[in-house]
């Protein structure tokens, strides 16, 4: 190995394990974060792609220090991580540097044995690697043990950190951290590994929000991928078969024989696509090679792929849901598949880097998406192809390197309640005063003021979720008594109530309650058909046996928000005659004949058209102010639904008749008032707990853009005036 100034920072034993491993030279990420690591003046966001370097760019200097500064008793280092699967991958990726450095290091979760946590904890020492709801549990059920375990902290690493940024669970691991700096008397050094950031300023700030640190930006990301990609339409074909069966004949011929990763944006399609794919292999007499990946198979279905990917020694094909999104270890795969036009362009590049892995190959990337043949389809929305200008949008914002911003409106009332419980769980009590500094002015809740800090108290001592002592201190109160002895009250998020589904004496996955099987049904799960043959509503279990036929259960589940930036650039998509190089002959006369159908009707005018009874609105706006123009309507007397980017009206008047309507109704009602309108709907885990005043103003926050609806109404109003004058000339309406 060359040397370098950076690899004469780091201890004998990192230095010795660099050796074995046969590095030519550190990474240029690497060489550029060991010194700053171990001077630890600035927190640090480091980003690259997978397989980059990243892991070891904070690592390789933060086990340097242990070996040589290292606390002898308590913990060192705390690695904060998204999934349990990440922790062991960690964990055995880091294992043998830690021993070459005499340094311990140690995966906490539910699935780590009681003897291996107990040791872990009596000798407290080196590396703990947790995820942010065994963090929580500490704080709780081992209060007076923790602070001797934490006091000698130096470093926080958070993996997959983009996984965390305007979450539930983003807000849990920062208001963690800020207790335990408030628990240690001093600031720890953050640093955060992440393979997508869109806005690196807004990550920096995200990660400390008090700003009471300097922080810095390491990019990894910079460096060219070669890339190849292909997008595919798929239509009905004449004898009825459906698009998806054309897709995987496609996936089948083009995929069979190597080890490849197909995202689709379902639980549901994941079944059908690994049912047509898996009947594919038995009719052609080959053995199967593709299996499903998703969150409510069992934990043993998943690890099964992705062991089998891991090994290399099969060809295997994972079609999943976001669950192998993140940086779980499956080794290398040839290329990604996306099912479905993808709904951002985050998730989509943090798919397309699982492959392309290998020194000097490409990242191949096939997108895949229904459609119809010219002339058939049976409505205004059909005609004009929206799944394909939405998949086209996000692959040409990809390219342009853009990705989505956090939704910086959400309050996450929920996660202040259980993180307020939490705290005053672990102190006995705490004074309003104290709580606030904690939570809202180091923590993660900056823009909530005192004023609604103060309602947001009295709403939770009005349903008794707290109380206040005479002496004005709060303390748990009988129904936050309730919740905190859940064993699920340390999730942030909800996890739904469901049935186990069992085949043969073992659970091979669940289904959400709301999803009803009854007996004889057929079943679509795991790769498998199956038959129920009892349901026990009481001990919620599904028996299942193997059956000849199946169909896909309804998982439950809401789609992705959408951002303005891709309804926007669909907009243009559709006003331009660009034919992207990466499109099929069929994507490319679908392309052609929607923009034509599309000027037909004048929406490169106006973005309201009739089709039959119906009048349809395409909202070239996010799905925040989609969602508003459908409370409006419903408020304004109005019968409206929302499908894709459209809200449809049915039609009682002529379009410019409801569209002043709309804006009638918003400009004469305030937007306090509407929100009165609302209905109290919880979102988050805890949000049952609040009044019905602060659950509207959780739900609306979260869900709508008053102001920005009526700036968007504005501008119609203005459009259509333009084109009674004659004067229209064709401008954006965002």
């Known amino acids: 190995m060359s040397q370098s ?3 004469d920072l780091l201890s004998n034993g990192v230095q010795r394990w660099i050796y074995r491993q046969g590095w030519p030279a550190l990474r240029a990420v690497q060489e550029t974060a060991i010194p700053v690591i171990l001077d630890g003046s600035e927190d640090i966001l480091i980003t690259a792609p997978t397989a980059g370097g990243k892991t070891e760019a904070a690592f390789l200097p933060i086990i340097s220090w242990l070996e040589e500064n290292g606390p002898e008793s308590g913990f060192g280092v705390l690695c904060l991580s998204p999934l349990k699967a990440l922790i062991n991958d960690q964990f055995k990726r ?10 311990t290091i140690t995966p906490w979760h539910g699935d780590v044995s009681s003897s291996v946590k107990k040791r872990c904890w009596n000798e407290a020492t080196g590396i703990l690697m947790i995820t942010p709801e065994s963090l929580e549990a500490m704080f709780v059920r081992r209060a007076h043990e923790l602070l001797p375990r934490m006091r000698k902290l130096r470093y926080v690493v958070i993996d997959e950190y983009h996984a965390f940024i305007g979450r ?4 849990q691991l920062l208001s963690l951290l800020a207790r335990l700096e408030v628990l240690i008397e001093r600031p720890l050094i953050r640093i955060a590994l992440s393979a997508t950031i869109g806005d690196t300023d807004m990550a920096l700030k995200y990660l400390r929000s008090d ?3 300097p922080s810095m930006h390491l990019d990894a990301s910079g460096e060219k991928m070669k890339l190849q990609m292909v997008l595919k339409a798929f239509t009905t074909d004449k004898e009825d078969m459906p698009a998806l069966f054309s897709m995987t004949q496609y996936l089948f011929q ?3 024989g190597e080890s490849h990763l197909v995202f689709a944006n379902s639980r549901r399609k994941v079944e059908e696509t690994t049912d047509f794919l898996t009947s594919m292999c038995n009719a052609e007499g080959v053995p199967e090679e593709f299996f499903p990946h998703h969150g409510s198979l069992s934990r043993d279905m998943r690890h099964f792929v992705e062991e089998r990917l891991k090994a290399g020694k099969k060809p295997t094909t994972a079609i999943a849901t976001s669950t192998l999104e993140l940086g779980i270890d499956i080794g290398d795969v040839v290329s990604v598949g996306q099912i479905g036009a993808p709904a951002n362009c985050s998730s989509l590049r943090q798919r397309l880097g699982r492959s392309g892995r290998r020194e000097g190959s490409s ?5 895949l998406v229904d459609g119809y043949s010219e002339g ?5 929305t059909d005609k004009l192809e929206l799944e394909l200008f939405q998949a086209v949008a996000v692959l040409e914002l990809m390219l342009s390197r853009w990705i989505e911003p956090p939704n910086e409106q959400s309050i996450h009332f929920s996660t202040l309640i259980q993180q307020l419980l939490s705290m005053i769980s672990f102190k006995g009590d705490i004074t309003a005063q104290d709580a606030y500094q904690i939570l809202c002015v180091r923590g993660p809740w900056q823009h909530i003021s005192p004023e609604l800090f103060g309602r947001f108290l009295r709403s939770l001592g009005s349903n008794n979720v707290i109380s206040q002592l005479p002496t004005k201190e709060l303390v748990v109160g009988l129904i936050g008594e309730r919740e905190v002895s859940k064993h699920t009250f340390y999730t942030a998020f909800e996890v739904p109530e469901e049935f186990s589904l069992v085949a043969n004496g073992k659970t091979i996955g669940k ?6 099987l009854v007996e004889n049904q057929l079943l679509l799960f795991g790769g498998r058909r199956w038959s129920v043959i009892a349901v026990d509503v009481e001990a919620k279990v599904i028996t299942l046996k193997r059956a000849g036929g199946g169909k896909a259960p309804c998982f439950g589940g809401e789609p992705a928000p959408i951002h303005i930036k891709i309804r926007e650039k669909m907009r243009e998509l559709y006003l331009c005659d660009k034919i992207p190089t990466y499109c099929d002959e069929k994507a490319s006369k679908l392309l052609t004949y929607a923009r034509t159908f599309f000027r037909e009707q004048g929406l490169e005018n106006t973005p309201v058209t009739c089709d039959s009874d119906e009048i349809v609105w395409l909202i070239w706006a996010d799905t925040r102010i989609q969602n508003t123009l459908l409370v409006i309507a419903s408020l304004a007397g109005y019968e409206a639904d929302k499908w894709g980017p459209t809200v449809r009206f049915k039609k009682t008047e002529s379009i410019e008749g409801t569209i002043m309507g709309l804006y009638d109704f918003l400009a004469n009602h305030s937007a306090q008032e509407i929100t009165s309108k609302v209905n109290p709907i919880p979102i988050g885990k805890f949000d049952h707990l609040l009044d019905e005043q602060l659950l509207r103003e959780a739900y609306v926050a979260e869900t709508m853009d008053i102001a920005g609806t009526s700036l968007y109404l504005e501008q119609i109003i203005e459009v259509s005036d333009r084109i009674y004058r004659g004067q229209y000339s064709s401008q954006p309406i965002s």
């Not at 289904?511 to 009803?516: G, M």
């Open 5 to 7: 100034s950076s690899f």
């Open 94 to 103: 880091l294992e043998l540097l830690c021993e070459s450095a005499h340094t």
């Open 168 to 171: 539930e669970r983003g807000q």
């Open 211 to 213: 700003g009471s640190r």
């Open 254 to 256: 083009e995929l069979r």
């Open 363 to 367: 990242s191949i990337l096939r997108v």
């Open 376 to 380: 058939d389809a049976p409505s205004i």
């Open 511 to 516: 289904l959400p309650v709301d999803s009803p």
